[in-house]
């Protein structure tokens, strides 16, 4: 599989899934798919260009987890994964690690 690389102010985040069932066996789903906004940044672009030519920087690194924006981005499944392709500007946190 080959891996995604975002362009500009593009983020590639790869989608974590919502659990659908607790630990003791309860169903948690619906009949509709519930989207989760959390996701692993799996390729950050460089930035807008700058007038001098050089890149905006991002603070956002590969490896991250994130939560963004509900309706930002564009949803693309590749080799049965989920992604969503949004602006490095629509991620709203990032989680130094998570329990």
Avoid at 19 to 26: F, W
Avoid at 74 to 85: K, M, N, P
């Amino acid at each position: 599989m080959a891996k995604p690389v975002a362009e500009f102010d593009k983020v590639w985040l790869k989608l974590e899934r919502a659990p659908d069932q607790t630990s003791s066996g309860l169903m948690l789903k619906t009949e509709e798919e519930i989207k989760q906004n959390i996701g692993v940044v799996v390729s950050v672009g460089p930035g807008d260009q700058l007038d001098d030519g050089s890149y905006e920087s991002h603070a956002i690194k590969e490896g991250s987890k994130v939560i963004f924006n509900e309706h930002s981005g564009r949803d693309i499944s590749l080799d049965g994964v989920d992604y969503v392709v949004c602006k490095v500007k629509d991620v709203v946190a990032t989680f130094s690690e998570i329990e």
